[in-house]
């Protein structure tokens, strides 16, 4: 046998990771409990740390003669460390440390038996980090008493347990755990379950060990502990099969701001059990309001964690959009209760798998318990939105796709991942409908709970749930989704009528912005097709009526009932399935024609009057349409009424504004001025609004409508604002009027802000100011703001600099420079901010047109490595814009022209 073939054999034998798998454990260790205990410090800024011990019991397949685990940032001396089993102990050669891929691995002197159970037992201790991942400090300052005040807590998703203890740190690797934790008397300390005993510390004074309840089998990212001296809420009992006890902690002074959460996330808790058929299986949940945290939130079983300023609410300080905002969040994390913690993703190529369905739920919990708010409809429109623009450029990504080192696992976790898979959900639910979808996730959870899954497993629960049903002839469930999951991009169909028999003719292609590369792959999709006929405009029946499927791209289709020659057809009712459609001239202007009845553009949906549009415009920027049939269909735009359809295209035809020449500008400016008009008067004036609470509906609208006449510059809503002053403004408002007053308002103006700025320490109150704070149009006014937060040590202020920059980018004024600011501080924005937050950052600069293609600037972003990806879709995104002004600008200002 050849020397390499033996080395290789070798490597496989004594559980070396493979060659395509570098990045992962060897699949020989499966864990099957921990015994944790941990030591807190928190005595001061000076004495943060902690120590531990962990037992890990694991079973072993296969023969090896190392243990190959993973640690970061610990400090483990393997003298202590013992491996046993019922052969007695396993020596230690030598262990070490593998950076790159975060292993701890023990070298030993005999080889691990295939099915045997071993001991492992690794003492360690650490820093409490302040960067909120692994186990991090967090700290709040007490008015009363103007004490800095010291906790510490855990966030350990998605690769981040292993900066706490050493751990089989892989999602799939599921196991029990009894936690122990050890820390001054002076403080509470929580974990996923409640405390059976404490005890005192056999030589620390005044430390107690308190252990907890065992933690059924879970994935390490869930498991969770803190340390604090927080407040605790009234206890809510919630009307749920155990009977949970929910808690809530938070700093004494916003207590009473965390009333309106505190109590919604029992009533989310009900509704999902309900929902899903399925016991929550804990009897207790403490919601821990933290200063700072690296998410909005973590669903960790029954020790569930809050950035502080997602998890508190003032009426008379935050709009109520915010407020809706922040009960979504509540919504999300209780839905992972189910899609994350219950059934979890085997590994994170399927992240979509518990972030797509507990965003989808999290929107049912709003509508259920809160029907007055439309927050569903809302939410979806806005994923619908960011989907179709996202994913029509050559840098688009599948949701499910291959990922290994924290890094790509951690840019999963993006808003795409989880608009894309909460419309996939959504896809399946109007497929299917209400009773066979339901029946397949309540089988989906009863099968896998406490296990894991890939997306194969939840198709075939579906599958089973179409089968019984009988009414789906041949729908093979994971052929047809495969093609949504494991591919970027989406589908346009075409459709061409024949106005004479009533046939019609579809076929489909991926839909593109064009860049400047032109060489775009086949590819093509399972589609649902439903017809909906003017005749009988049943916007509620979502079932498919026929199939596009793979790999035929056309199809001549005879409809059920024939429509008439004057009347027009419709795809896709209430968009449930992510394509764009592209009708034959004649139906689009029969469709357009009814748009522009006032007794009848309510028969076309409100999701599907916003698609039209959505759809034309994005037709007529890749040439498929022209612009003057894209503008024809804004004409009905005057007695539009709903918050979904105005929204959307105002957004696209800003993206649109913000390409133009500086000699286009003007124009554009007038038409949207023009446009906005009857939105604006259908709104009380500013200085008239009602300071009583009104429908979520109406102050989504208004508010849609006062930042956008104030964004294009209508006289009347910018003297509004300038007039008065933020305390005579309702809370849902007062962000539009600050910022137009900052925009329009002298440096005296920016003066006071900034300093009032500088002086609170209330998070939403301080968002607001820096949004606005970034609308001036004086870069010299700017920029010793810019340089004062990139400078601060404090990470909470520095975090300000994403907002305000955010806010120049998007206005002209000042959007060069506050550009050239980011560039030329490219190092620092490297070194304190997020690979999304830079992301972000750069699409806007991008969307904005304030770079050229070729820009060198851009190239050289490329040292800094958050930026290296970033710029790597930049430039797709670059190509796509450039191609727009040089082929399609100049017919989209002659049609702007027209109409003003």
């Not at 360690?124 to 300052?141: D, M």
């Not at 059934?343 to 709003?366: C, H, Q, R, V």
């Not at 991009?489 to 459709?495: D, E, K, Q």
């Not at 879709?873 to 190509?879: D, F, Q, S, V």
Request: proline residues 4%; glycine residues 4%.
């Amino acid at each position: 046998m050849p020397t390499a073939r033996i080395f290789i054999l070798l490597l496989m034998t004594v559980g070396v990771l493979s060659i395509n798998d570098s990045f992962r454990l060897p699949d020989v260790f499966r864990p099957e409990h921990y015994e944790l205990r941990i030591l807190t410090h928190i005595n001061g800024p000076d004495h943060l740390r902690f120590e531990g011990q962990v037992k890990i019991k694991f079973n072993v397949n296969g023969h090896i003669n190392n243990i190959t685990l993973h640690s970061k940032n610990l400090t483990i001396d393997e003298t202590q460390i013992i491996v046993t089993s019922r052969y007695g102990n396993n020596c230690i050669v030598k262990s070490e440390f593998d950076e790159d891929k975060e292993f701890f691995i023990l070298q030993l002197c005999e080889l691990l038996q295939d099915d045997e159970h071993y001991e492992l037992i690794i003492p360690f201790e650490g820093f409490l980090n302040n960067n909120q991942s692994g186990y991090y400090w967090s700290s709040f300052n007490n008015t009363k008493t103007n004490e800095t005040n010291y906790l510490a807590v855990t966030q350990f998703s998605p690769t981040l347990a292993r900066l706490a203890f050493p751990c089989f740190d892989e999602p799939h690797l599921k196991a029990t755990f009894n936690i122990t934790l050890g820390y001054h008397k002076s403080y509470i300390g929580q974990s996923n379950t409640p405390i059976i005993k404490c005890e005192k510390h056999a030589t620390l004074d005044d430390y107690i060990w308190c252990q907890h309840e065992p933690l059924f089998r879970t994935s390490t990212y869930l498991v969770a502990y803190a340390v604090h001296n927080l407040t605790s809420s009234d206890k809510q009992t919630s009307d749920t099969d155990n009977n949970v006890t929910f808690t809530s902690w938070l700093q004494p002074e916003v207590v009473k701001d965390g009333h309106f959460l505190a109590n919604f996330a029992p009533n989310v808790i009900v509704f999902l059990e309900n929902l899903f058929k399925f016991s929550f299986p804990l009897r207790k949940v403490d919601q821990l309001a933290v200063p700072t945290h690296k998410f909005s939130a973590m669903e960790n079983w029954g020790l569930v964690t809050f950035k502080q300023s997602r998890f508190t609410h003032n009426d008379d300080e935050e709009t109520l959009e915010n407020k809706e905002s922040k009960a979504s969040t509540v919504g999300h994390e209780y839905a992972h209760q189910w899609f994350g913690n219950l059934i979890t993703m085997s590994w994170w190529n399927d992240l979509w798998l518990k972030e797509g369905p507990s965003t989808y739920f999290g929107y049912a919990s709003l509508d259920a318990l809160l029907p007055d708010w439309g927050s569903g409809e809302r939410y979806i429109a806005n994923d619908l939105a960011t989907f179709f623009r996202q994913d029509a450029i050559n840098s688009s990504i599948a949701i499910s796709r291959d990922v290994d080192n924290p890094d790509s696992i951690l840019n999963q976790f993006s808003e795409y991942v989880y608009k894309k898979g909460s419309l996939t959900v959504r896809m399946l639910h109007k497929l299917l409908g209400e009773d066979v979808f339901f029946s397949g996730i309540r089988s989906y959870v009863r099968r896998h709970a406490y296990s894991n899954v890939s997306q194969s497993d939840l198709w075939q629960s579906m599958q089973e749930a179409v089968d019984a049903n009988g009414s789906f002839e041949n729908l093979r469930i994971g052929s047809v989704m495969d093609t949504w999951t494991k591919q970027a991009g989406y589908p346009l169909v075409s459709v061409i009528r024949d106005y004479t028999t009533g046939r019609v003719s579809v076929n489909q292609t991926r839909f593109w912005l064009p860049d400047e590369v032109q060489d775009y792959p086949e590819q093509c999709w399972s589609i649902p097709l439903t017809f909906v006929a003017q005749h009988q405009a049943n916007f509620e029946e979502t079932q498919p009526q026929f199939w596009l499927d793979c790999p035929n791209s056309d199809r001549n289709i005879t409809l059920l009932k024939k429509p008439a020659a004057d009347e027009w057809i419709m795809l896709n009712p209430q968009v449930n399935t992510i394509y764009r459609v592209n009708y034959d001239l004649k139906n689009w202007r029969v469709i357009i024609q009814t748009l522009n009845s006032t007794e009848s553009f309510n028969d076309i949906h409100v999701l599907n009057r916003a698609q039209l549009m959505d759809d034309l415009m994005a037709l007529a920027w890749s040439n498929l349409q022209s612009y003057e049939l894209a503008f024809s269909i804004l004409e009905y735009l005057p007695h539009e009424d709903q918050y979904v359809p105005w929204k959307r295209i105002l957004d696209v035809l800003g993206k649109h504004g913000d390409l133009l020449h500086e000699s286009q500008t003007p124009i554009f400016k007038v038409f949207m001025q023009k446009l906005i008009a009857p939105l604006y008067e259908r709104c009380p004036t500013l200085s008239s609004i009602n300071k009583a609470t009104t429908s979520m509906q109406e102050v989504a609208l208004c508010r849609l409508a006062y930042a956008q006449a104030c964004r294009y510059g209508m006289a009347n809503c910018i003297s509004e604002a300038l007039k008065l002053t933020i305390e005579e403004v309702p809370a849902n408002y007062r962000d539009i009027v600050n910022s137009a007053s900052i925009e329009y308002g002298d440096e005296q103006q920016f003066q006071i802000m900034r300093q009032r700025f500088q002086n609170s320490t209330i998070e939403p109150i301080l968002d607001m100011w820096a949004r606005g704070l970034g609308c001036t149009r004086n870069f010299t006014l700017l920029e010793p703001l810019l340089d004062y937060l990139l400078k601060e040590a404090d990470k909470t202020t520095t975090a300000y600099y994403i907002q305000v920059v955010s806010s120049a980018l998007s206005r002209k004024h000042v959007a060069l420079e506050t550009t050239n600011h980011i560039f030329q501080h490219a190092g620092i924005l490297n070194d304190k901010f997020s690979a999304k937050n830079i992301k972000s950052l750069l699409t806007l600069i991008i969307e904005k047109g304030l770079i050229a293609p070729g820009d060198n600037k851009l190239m050289q972003l490329m040292t800094y490595k958050k930026f290296e990806e970033p710029v790597k879709t930049a430039h797709n995104l670059i190509n796509v814009n450039e191609v727009w002004r040089k082929q399609r600008s100049d017919e989209f200002t002659r049609v702007l022209i027209k109409y003003i």
